[in-house]
């Protein structure tokens, strides 16, 4: 069965300092990644998939097959991207829904 | 659009009742989801469907039950509440299924169950 693992259930960063959201994720397949974020009283959202390679109001993850990895990333951190992420993957059989992390707040101080 | 909504935003239960969580999208998309989040958990997969007609179940469908007759409701019945099923539970829906496919969820319902 897949699984996806955030190590981290709190990061806390300082305003323009870089930022790494961790994940990792057990899959036998081809995965399909993602992640999602949900600002203070929002909805969850999706962010980026790592399919499209895009950069989404400047972070950006790549998929690392070798290390099980989809970390996200971003040089300079800014006081709005305080908020949830969640990590998922997609496996395409059996449930065909995501498979979600568990979730890091992500804290940006001033 | 109002994209996809969910009521009610917060209920609460006796052990034994039943209750349907009601979820509609206006974005004509095929594929409906329910999902449940516990604290420190991530969302887990309870049932889904690929279009009208079609139900299938996820990871943590025990307990639950759903019906698609429509392309935009997708409600989930609890069909004898326990305190288990205390959770925040979200619907989502995608055009289609795959990684290519959004998917957008609604804003919620947080259900406790005494």
């Known amino acids: 069965a897949q699984r996806v693992t955030q190590p981290e259930k709190l990061l806390s960063v300082f305003k323009g300092a870089p930022v790494e959201l961790k994940c990792n994720y057990s899959y036998s397949g081809s995965p399909e990644l993602f992640w999602y974020v949900q600002y203070s009283r929002q909805r969850l959202q999706l962010l980026l998939r790592h399919i499209s390679r895009e950069s989404i109001k400047g972070f950006t993850a790549d998929l690392n097959k070798g290390e099980t990895s989809f970390h996200l990333k971003k040089p300079f951190a800014q006081e709005e991207d305080s908020a949830m992420y969640y990590c998922a993957l997609y496996s395409g059989g059996g449930a065909d829904g995501l498979t979600f992390g568990k979730g890091t707040h992500l804290i940006i101080q001033p | 659009n109002a994209g996809v909504t969910q009521t009610p935003k917060f209920q609460v239960l006796k052990t034994g009742q039943s209750m349907t969580l009601q979820c509609a999208q206006d974005m004509n998309h095929e594929y409906m989801s329910w999902y449940r989040q516990d604290p420190g958990m991530g969302l887990r997969l309870i049932h889904y469907?690929?279009?009208?007609?079609?139900?299938d179940q996820g990871e943590v469908p025990n307990g639950y039950n759903v019906s698609r007759s429509t392309t935009e409701d997708f409600p989930l019945r609890l069909l004898s509440a326990a305190p288990s099923q205390t959770s925040v539970y979200f619907c989502a829906s995608s055009y289609g299924q795959g990684a290519w496919n959004e998917q957008f969820f609604g804003p919620g319902t947080r259900l406790t169950v005494l």
């Open positions: 469907s690929v279009g009208a007609g079609i139900t």
